[in-house]
């Protein structure tokens, strides 16, 4: 995998975008806000499409693409409050479980989101092609995208609005870590050229 390509195709559909992505973003983290985070994954799986787009179709994200994913609400809900019990009852009751679960769920389901909004896929055959995705040989470029969002997030959490910037950056760069695995792992007619730079 070039780590230098993803870092450089961000970066430029990061700044060639970069007003708009900063309205969506700000209104995603917003919502997610005051819906106490009920409202979070799906609005996330509609960040994450608009995102997408921006990379295939050169495409300004916009505020209502975040609400464009509302079908998938109850199975996310779902899957969500399943992975918040499991943790919390895996460190409730000897901190390694629930410390374990939180790894496999970071590290299995990074293409959980993107999976489900662009191959339309349900829940549980969107977690398998994820769970595939990521140990995808060799299985040290997924660990080393993981340790890349696990900073960046980190990065925008020590700083005041640093999110704004961290967390579009590294949607972006998931996406375009996505679009290269798809494309590896995808037969011939479905495989997707990458897309062109912005301006070209």
Not at 4 to 15: D, L
Request: overall charge positive; hydrophobic content about 55%.
């Amino acid at each position: 995998m070039d780590f230098n390509k993803h870092f450089e195709q961000t970066w430029r559909n990061f700044t060639a975008f970069f007003p708009s992505i900063l309205i969506v973003s700000a209104a995603f983290l917003c919502v997610c806000v005051i819906t106490l985070g009920i409202l979070a994954p799906v609005v996330g799986a509609g960040y994450m499409h608009s995102l997408l787009r921006v990379l295939r179709e050169r495409r300004q994200p916009q505020v209502g693409d975040l609400f464009s994913e509302m079908h998938l609400f109850l199975p996310l809900l779902g899957f969500g409050l399943l992975v918040m019990a499991a943790v919390f009852l895996g460190l409730l009751v000897l901190f390694l479980p629930g410390f374990i679960i939180i790894l496999a769920v970071t590290y299995f389901c990074t293409y959980l989101l993107p999976l489900m909004t662009d191959r339309q896929l349900g829940l549980f055959d969107a977690l398998n092609q994820s769970s595939r995705m990521a140990m995808q040989k060799p299985v040290s470029e997924h660990i080393a995208v993981v340790a890349v969002l696990l900073v960046l997030n980190s990065l925008g959490g020590a700083v005041i609005f640093g999110a704004l910037f961290t967390t579009p950056f590294a949607v972006l760069f998931l996406l375009s870590v996505y679009e290269d695995k798809v494309i590896r792992l995808l037969p011939g007619p479905e495989r997707r050229q990458p897309p062109p730079p912005p301006g070209s």
